[in-house]
């Protein structure tokens, strides 16, 4: 066993570190042992209660920090604590089956099954510390069976010191392992009659106690971090995503972990997956030990094998959850409902770490077949050999024949050991053999991930970077851009690696949020302004200075295109100390590559702009900030602001320069009347934005995870488990409708919603159902880009009953439209009037009517998605979405003949009240502030939220306002309006169908401006690859230059 848990991995990969739970192990383990047994980090988020650091104290920490004295390499301590986790989960149930009396092949086979589990992939490359529980089951189950029968303080200590070992990191995985022993307990007392209550007393009470007090420590930083931090559970993996894999087949043969399924454009997230999906000899091999265990079930004389059945079903009914989440079993339905009310039943919501339950069971059933197999097949062959004998026997003495008979039991018994020997010894060679080649991960080299690994050695300029700024302890570092997951051109870490480069306190915006609500949100609404490209660059400085950040630090090495985030050339060129309000920048790695990886391609509209490529782009640099204060300061509320809003509103201040100077900014709704008053008295300055909005969040991606402005009062259609909203967490008080900026119609339409918009990854507000009755064509509700589409439906409430006889429906006329609507059912309060068939002229302009009989009194119009063009697929990823451009109710005509089609429906932002009733009469002067939420339109794939801004707010009185404003020239404006702007004469004008989305510089005009630096260039979607119809040309004054039609 020794030789199967270390060799191969320390065969594996020679050098490399893997992404393994936390990359501060490898490289400050002592820091990171000396920070976690405070429950109050300040170096991160702006100040964070911890999430399961203190589990570092034992015994990850310490395996690390040894290691890490002692010289001996990262990758190969890794290697050793991951073959340590195999060996002792082995050793484990030669100890259980040793202690129930088995002993030989079957025991070694069972060892052998469990430590070459499937199970061991869900986790090695990337969370190990997740497979103590799974590598303590077997020593609970054995030591609870003991003290059960002879209770001793030496049972319930190792008891407990197991516990607080596996459960020191993750306690949900150790709840779901800790079902085995309590399973044991129930059969031993009922079913086997091994204990009574004297004895169950005597065992349970020593080891509740001690259990309790080994783990306090661990159990302590939960409670803290429940009362105290952000709700964890809600901003990472949904009930929903993690039941995708979960299915009953696959929990069987120690699968079923959603991450295991994962995959995204480089391939799959846990390469093995590719092997156990889609390879029919493993698959076949892997259900093999099943069906051996199954027999082992069927056929052997374990004792045992009934509670083993147990705690398989018991361990499958629970590892299965909510799977499938559509149709979930009973338990499902219960466990779904039940998350819905309750973090804590949330955070079981990984159920597929029940698993270790079903491996163990599968495990020790194949010993069972082993001993089932070598009891028959030895009787049989001794039984023939006996027949034989006795065939050749002539009649014998009567003396001799007694010595003779005596003689032949033992030689009996011999051959029968030798022979049930020889059979135990061939039936657990074939089972390890079998479980070997079930697990050929162990021997390729996949049990660490050739995606998720680093060299030993970090890129010398990261280490001159950090320590360029370790010099000062009293500020911090604001690191961009933010990221999904740290990956580097030089390795993939999945934690960002400043942190255990310095000791100085960073932020930085990344997947799990870190920090209070407040910073959180701010942090956020700073960076998506990052990310989309529509920040206003000086605005950087001051929001950095606001943090208490005195330096940028700039990672260009990131994987720019794996996950979506800026380009190395956009934020050197935009964050240089000659361009915006910054001090002095420093360079390092000024020599790398930073190509994008040719398998995800990274040519874009971007790349191709205004800004241009260039290869003088550093690594990794850094821009001091001025302005910035210590961490600890006090702040004057004179010349401050209060405002009635959120992060994307100071994000807005900072844009407007009012921030410059470094003031202070106090929440309205974070303070009591009495503070409130006390501010805008002291001379803060009372601002009324419209960035706290009523809106969904997801927290999948670090950008483009905020929903739609919606209605006061709107509730969803449709449950939303990924909906995560930041107001009423962590400190935020919870507003109501008049605390928040919201939404109203104005037309026939009272309210529209949909099912679900944009994609199933990420929000895009740009994609919202309000966009389906806007008269304008070129936006358009548009649902499940990367999805199923059909059954998702778009619901339409009438402002009053009215009669309604037909619908005018357009599908998207822009972006991607590889797919559409093809099958159509409307209902009309709650009554089917019709299932149509749309045809291509529900795909131009000119639309396609629907009519029907007419509908007296309607109030809801449903329109529900039955069909698409391209049916149902297995894999979505290339599809775009659908949905409508325009619809529009047609009404009997006053005349009787055809229809009259209503009005247009306008959808208006009203900004919130709350702070103005607060203040009363002290109100005094005060500004309103409002951005529209307009996007990047290099980015073709995410259409803007509003083309325009359209605000309604009240005052408490009759008042003069002065209008301030900024605007920008916009390249979707069109070409001669453009040039007309910026003084081009209209019959020196030029035009084409189209240029390079984002670029002003890439319109018609730059092919004829003499300038062959500058060009015309068109999108990257040709009319053949993105499915238009519209040729491309070019034309100069009269004359068609490029006309392929």
Known sequence: MAVV???????????????????????????LLAKAPSLWDPSVGMGTVTHQNIGYLWPMGPWYWLFDTSGVPDWVAQRLWLGTLLFLAGLGVRYLMGSRGYRGWAVTAAAFVYLLSPYTLHYAARISALLMPWTALPWLIALTASALVRPRWWKA????????????????????????????????????????????????????????????????????????????VGFTETLQAVSVGSAAQEVMRGLGYWFF??????????????????????????????????????????????????????????????????????????????????????????????????????????????AAFADRTSHVFARRRLERQAASLTDPDPEDAGRSAADGKVRQATRLRRAEHASAR?????????????????????????????????????????????????TRVWELPGIDFASYRWGNTVDPVTPGLTDRAT??????????????????????????????????????????????????????????????????????????????????????????????????????????????????????????????????????????????????????????RNPLVLYSHAVDDDALRQAVSSGAELVVSDSLRRQGRRWGSVRDNTGYTEQAGEEPLEYDPSDARLPGTSGWPAPDDLDMTVTEFDGPISQIQASDYGNVVSLTPGDRPALAVDNDVDTAWRVDAFGPAIGERLVIDLAEPTDVSALHLIQPLSGSRNRWITGLAVRIDDHLVGRISLE????????QIVRFPTQKGATRIELLIEDTNVGQQLDYRRYSGVGFADVRIGVPSESGQGERWLPSTVEWTVLPQ????????????????????????????HPEEEAAMRRRFSVDQERAFAVEGA?????????????????????????????????????????????????????????????????????YGSEDLINPA
């Not at 955070?347 to 059933?365: C, E, F, G, K």
């Open 840 to 847: 291509r002229t529900s795909r131009l302009r000119v639309g």
């Open 967 to 1035: 605007a920008r020239l916009s390249p979707s404006a069109g070409e001669v309006p453009i040039d007309l702007l910026v003084g081009i004469p209209d019959d020196a004008g030029a035009a084409s169908s189209g240029s390079l989305p984002g670029s002003i510089a890439s319109r018609a005009h730059a092919a004829f401006d003499g300038d062959l630096a500058t060009a015309w260039q068109t999108s990257f979607r040709t009319p053949v690859s993105g499915g238009f119809d519209d040729p491309v040309w070019l034309q």
């Open 507 to 660: 932020v930085a915006r990344e997947l799990i949020p870190l920090g209070g609500s407040y910073p959180m949100d701010l942090l956020a609404a700073a960076d998506r302004r990052l990310q989309e490209q529509v920040v206003d660059w000086d605005s950087i400085g001051p929001l950095a200075a606001l943090m208490n950040a005195d330096t940028l630090l700039v990672r260009n090495d990131l994987a720019f295109e794996r996950y979506g985030t800026p380009r190395p050339e956009v934020l050197s060129a935009h964050l240089d100390d000659e361009r915006v309000d910054l001090s002095d920048r420093h360079d390092f790695g000024t020599d790398v590559d930073l190509s994008a990886d040719v398998r995800l391609g990274g040519h874009d509209e971007t790349e191709l702009g205004d800004l241009g490529r260039s290869d003088d782009v550093p690594a990794v640099f850094t821009v001091d900030v001025d302005n910035a204060r210590n961490i600890h300061a006090a702040v004057p509320a004179v010349g401050g602001f209060v405002l009635d809003g959120a992060g994307e509103g100071i994000v807005d201040l900072a844009a407007q320069g009012a921030l410059d």
């Open 157 to 232: 200590s190792l008891i407990a010191l197991i516990v607080a070992t596996a459960g020191s990191v993750n306690l949900t995985s150790l709840l779901y392992v800790l079902i085995g022993p309590l399973l044991w307990i129930l059969w031993s007392w009922i079913v086997l009659g091994e204990t009574n209550r004297h004895r169950l007393w005597k065992a349970l009470w020593p080891t509740a106690l001690l259990g309790f007090a080994t783990s306090a420590w661990s159990l302590a930083g939960l409670m803290v971090q429940g009362g105290f931090g952000v709700p964890i």
């Open 426 to 474: 061939l039936a657990g060679v074939g089972v390890i053999a079998l479980a070997l080649v079930a697990q050929p991960s162990l021997w390729t080299g996949d049990m660490v991930g050739s995606e998720l690994q680093r060299s030993e050695n970090l890129p010398p300029y990261w280490t001159a970077a950090a320590d360029s700024i370790s010099r000062d302890v009293d």
């Open 261 to 370: 399924y994962g995959n995204d454009n480089l391939g799959p997230w846990i390469e093995p997956a590719v092997d156990y999906t889609q390879h029919l000899w493993l698959i076949a091999a892997s259900f093999g030990i099943v069906l051996i265990a199954l027999a082992g079930a069927t056929f052997s004389r374990f004792p045992e094998r009934g509670f083993l059945l147990w705690m398989m079903l018991g361990g499958a009914v629970v590892a299965v959850g909510a799977h499938p989440w559509d149709s979930p079993t009973l338990a499902g339905h219960m466990f779904i409902d039940a998350s819905r009310d309750s973090d804590a039943v949330l955070a079981l919501r990984s159920t597929a770490r029940a698993v270790p339950l079903v491996a163990l069971s599968v495990s020790l059933l194949c010993g069972a077949s082993v």
């Open 5 to 31: 848990s270390y060799l191969p991995l320390l065969a594996t990969h020679a050098g490399m570190v893997p992404a393994d739970t936390k990359q501060y192990l490898y490289l400050d383990p002592g820091q």
């Open 914 to 941: 709350q702070t103005i009733g607060r203040l009363g009469r002290q109100v005094g002067a005060f500004s309103v502030l409002m951005s529209r939420r307009r996007g990047n339109e290099a980015e073709v794939t």
